[in-house]
């Protein structure tokens, strides 16, 4: 039987910074023998506003596992396909620079609908890398567990340069098989679990979560919320009565004064209409 961790190069291997894609990381190392081929490259493409604990937990894995993670991210000033920069756990973005880059790039901002930001942020980064090492086709290994199997179905549903792969899924992987192995590890992510999921993960508010998950986490530092706002205030020329990620529910403003005040904001069906996935 194939090992579903042991990919012909060359390949990217998606690390999101979580605790699923870290686990994906750890089998591929275990699957080459302790040590990943030259043309197998794991990579984590930084926004901005991932929480410290993920840069942490991938300046860790790295550590735990001696293997190199490529950091990247977005740079509008780049040549066209190669709009990235290679960073470290010293040097990358803690306050939204990239992602903002983008937007101010783009003079509008994402939505449930036109998710421009994994897109540019994430997917075309470590494409643009691929192709600065020569690289003409790919294999893209990402985080899909055997419990995410409508994901899974929705793969390499368009013609790209590389095949995205989901061996988590192919091994049959479950959420439970995620966390023993992560209950066994002398090191963890720090972000707290709830429900499954990691509230926290990813962009730390956004626009995709929960507004219950993002009031939860404005309830423990409605600062994180100001970014957001900022993002949301400022003048565009695209937008003169003002950009909202999300027109469904109040704005960033509106989430951080209910938190402050210790009001609870009843969202209904509208809460539930997307999920954060950044290939986690």
């Not at 910074?17 to 870290?22: N, P």
């Not at 396909?81 to 756990?89: I, L, N, S, T, Y």
């Not at 290994?141 to 994901?151: F, I, K």
């Amino acid at each position: 039987m194939t090992n579903p961790y042991n990919l012909a190069g060359p390949a990217i291997i998606s690390f999101s910074g979580g605790r699923t894609s870290a686990y994906l990381l750890k089998q591929m190392i275990d699957a080459y023998g302790g040590t990943l081929p030259d043309d197998v490259v794991a990579c984590f493409a930084n926004t901005g506003k991932e929480m410290p604990q993920t840069l942490d937990f991938v300046r860790e894995c790295g550590r735990q596992w001696a293997v190199d993670i490529v950091w990247l991210e977005y740079a509008p000033d780049g040549e066209p396909q190669r709009k990235f920069r290679r960073v470290d756990h010293a040097t990358a973005s803690r306050s939204g620079e990239p992602y903002e880059a983008l937007l101010r790039e783009r003079k509008y901002l994402p939505n449930p609908v036109t998710r421009f930001c994994t897109t540019s942020l994430k997917i075309r980064v470590m494409r643009d890398y691929a192709r600065s090492l020569g690289w003409e086709h790919w294999t893209n290994a990402v985080g899909l567990r055997a419990d995410e199997s409508r994901r899974v179905a929705k793969l390499n549903s368009q013609r790209e340069r590389w095949e995205t792969v989901a061996p988590l899924h192919a091994a049959g992987v479950t959420h439970e098989d995620i966390a023993a192995f992560w209950s066994r590890q002398p090191f963890d992510l720090g972000l707290a679990v709830v429900g499954g999921k990691t509230p926290a993960g990813n962009c730390d508010l956004c626009f995709l979560k929960a507004a219950r998950t993002i009031s939860a986490l404005l309830a423990e530092d409605p600062a994180r919320a100001d970014w957001w706002i900022r993002m949301e205030e400022e003048a565009r020329p695209s937008k003169p009565l003002g950009a909202l990620f999300r027109k469904d529910r109040p704005n960033y403003r509106k989430l951080k004064e209910a938190a402050l005040a210790s009001r609870g904001i009843d969202f209904g069906d509208a809460d539930g209409l997307a999920e954060c996935y950044c290939h986690e």
